[in-house]
């Protein structure tokens, strides 16, 4: 009795990535917060494709929700994402692919939008062996993760604050091809978000700068 969403993985897993994705959404499904997506269940159909079946998101684009908008609903919008974000940090799971597209708004029963961390397709359990394997999309990437550095959950701050530097400055400094993006987050020279945006104000500036330091 509630609409519902199913998503089925495009290739088959072998041994050790079902292993991994088992551990994962069971994790996943464990943590309840406000601001991330609700899995309901999960397994592997045959030919192992895994499939999870989660809350239905569908409160349109971040994006488009903030065209036009107040810095408020930013704030507001960011506080939730930050919330969603410690709270599976506290359960010990590692996101590595924060970007807009993975930040969903859901509607309330009351008609308010609500953001909802998505797509845990790339997360990893911080308890566990870390793989090295450069996970996340590039333009988001922490410079820790290019380097084959050790990281931890610092590396989502990084790609939540490349998030929310877009967002509010309406500039992706990492963005290009995947060479461009990986000489920005190693040596590139972030932009002033306040001449970007002049009317921005300083305690979210301030926060930005901070998240986007290289030296996690």
């Known amino acids: 009795e509630r609409p519902s969403a199913l998503k089925v993985g495009l290739q088959p897993l072998d041994a050790e990535d079902l292993i991994r994705f088992r551990h994962e959404v069971r994790l996943l499904s464990e943590v309840r917060h ?11 159909l045959p030919g192992d494709f895994p499939f999870l079946t989660m809350e239905m998101v569908a409160g349109g684009d971040l994006r488009g929700a903030l065209a036009g908008a107040t810095w408020d609903r930013l704030l507001d919008f960011a506080i939730q994402a930050s919330a969603g974000l410690a709270h599976i940090h506290r359960h010990g799971i590692l996101h590595l692919d924060l970007k807009p597209e993975n930040l969903g708004l859901a509607v309330s029963p009351a008609g308010e939008l609500r953001v909802k961390i998505l797509d845990f397709g790339l997360s990893q359990s911080a308890r566990g062996p870390l793989d090295r394997k450069i996970r996340g999309t590039l333009p988001y990437v922490a410079p820790e993760m290019l380097l084959q550095d050790s990281y931890d959950q610092r590396a989502d701050l990084y790609s939540l604050g490349m998030t929310l530097f877009e967002l509010a400055t309406g500039v992706l400094p990492s963005a290009g091809d995947d060479l461009a993006a990986i000489r920005f987050h190693l040596e590139g020279e972030l932009p002033d978000p306040f001449t970007l945006r002049p009317d921005l104000p300083p305690r979210l500036g301030e926060v930005l700068l901070r998240l986007l330091r290289r030296d996690p």
């Open 34 to 44: 406000p601001s991330v997506v609700q899995v309901f269940d999960y397994g592997v």
